[in-house]
Nanobody, 122 residues
């Protein structure tokens, strides 16, 4: 089995920064794609930032220039650096990863973390 564990959320003032981490553990052969999503109360979950197969990052328009996604392959960890935070960034943040658990083509699954809360408020 594979687990994704997020950390780094919390309460921050507008204009502040946070760095979220998502550590993958378990039976990991290869991580193909990763992404950070968020869900605010009463809203649908949305993609914030992602690194798809091929490696080109993509961002939601609302976070471009403020958030940066990165990946440490040696540590099986994905980060989301969030700068210039705004109250509208308040949400539960989730990481997702498409992971192969063996070299067999069918042993590829998408996993989700449990989420970490980010609250931006003065």
């Amino acid at each position: 089995q594979v687990q994704l564990v997020e950390s780094g959320g919390g309460l921050v003032q507008p204009g502040g920064s946070l760095r979220l981490s998502c550590a993958a553990s378990g039976r990991i052969f290869r991580i193909y794609a990763v992404g950070w999503y968020r869900q605010a109360p009463g809203k649908q979950r949305e993609l914030v930032a992602g690194i798809p197969r091929g490696g080109s990052t993509n961002y939601a328009d609302s976070v471009k220039g403020r958030f940066t996604i990165s990946k440490d392959n040696a540590k099986n960890t994905v980060y989301l650096q969030m700068n210039s935070l705004k109250p509208e960034d308040t949400a539960a943040y989730y990481c997702s990863a498409t992971i192969a658990t063996s070299s067999r083509p069918l042993d590829e699954y998408t996993y989700w973390g449990q989420g970490t809360q980010v609250t931006v408020s003065s």
